[in-house]
Antibody, heavy 124, light 111 residues
Framework: EDQVVESGGGLVQPGRSLRLSCTAS????????MSWFRQAPGKGLEWVGLIRSRDYGETTEYAAFVKGRFTISRDDFKSVAYLQMNSLKTEDTAVYYC???????????????WGRGTLVTASS | QSVLTQPPSVSGAPGQRVTISCTGS?????????VHWYQHLPGTAPKLLMY???KRPSGVPDRFSGSKSGTSASLAITGLQAEDEADYYCQSYDNSLSGSVFGAGTKLTVL
């Protein structure tokens, strides 16, 4: 069965860093682009960024709000995508989800396999 | 303030039909970018419900249908069932933001 599972969330002080993992199974991870999202308490889904496969240079794209604080990377040997979050702010508190990118054509980019998310709480 | 506008809530009785609208602008839906829909029950993994405006992934019942026109899109659900009660999100691409964007979500209540 195709699945992705997020891990690494927890309570972190503002200004500190945290790295989330997204472990994939059941599909060809190395051929897939992967993306991260978040959902703040009481809010909707928000796209964070994505990383393409090695065939596409492992290029990344980020939402404007990231502003260099977050970095997405991948380890194809382990079938894991990472979200490195630095200089965390209280407003980064959210459930973070990862997903496989179903189509990466800009005109029609969708996300077809999601995990259940991992909660990040940035608070002192 | 979400880039795509959805009604906060819709409701319907079992067996009825409901529609959820998603309104964008000339920098996203109106510029030809496709709309996709997700179903999300809190605490679970979001599920792709509709892609490329009107295509259903394998396993999604044909009670769900999607359409797009101009700067808007809509998701229709016929023959409402209790299991359809969830949050629904539309998603597209915005060229002024250079990224994927979502609506704020619509909570569907089955009465």
């Amino acid at each position: 069965e195709d699945q992705v599972v997020e891990s690494g969330g927890g309570l972190v002080q503002p200004g500190r860093s945290l790295r989330l993992s997204c472990t994939a199974s059941g599909f060809s991870f190395g051929d897939s682009a992967m993306s991260w999202f978040r959902q703040a308490p009481g809010k909707g889904l928000e796209w964070v960024g994505l990383i393409r496969s090695r065939d596409y240079g492992e290029t990344t794209e980020y939402a404007a709000f990231v502003k260099g604080r977050f970095t997405i990377s991948r380890d194809d040997f382990k079938s894991v995508a990472y979200l490195q979050m630095n200089s965390l702010k209280t407003e980064d508190t959210a459930v973070y989800y990862c997903s496989r990118v179903g189509s990466d054509m800009v005109a029609t980019r969708w996300f077809d396999l999601w995990g259940r998310g991992t909660l990040v709480t940035a608070s002192s | 303030q979400s880039v795509l506008t959805q009604p906060p809530s819709v409701s319907g009785a079992p067996g009825q039909r409901v529609t959820i609208s998603c309104t964008g602008s000339s920098s996203n839906i109106g510029d030809g970018y496709d709309v996709h829909w997700y179903q999300h029950l809190p605490g679970t993994a979001p599920k792709l419900l509709m892609y490329a405006n009107s295509k259903r992934p394998s396993g999604v019942p044909d009670r769900f249908s999607g359409s797009k026109s101009g700067t808007s899109a809509s998701l229709a659900i016929t023959g409402l069932q209790a299991e359809d009660e969830a949050d629904y999100y539309c998603q597209s691409y915005d060229n002024s933001l250079s990224g994927s964007v979502f609506g704020a979500g619509t909570k569907l209540t089955v009465l």
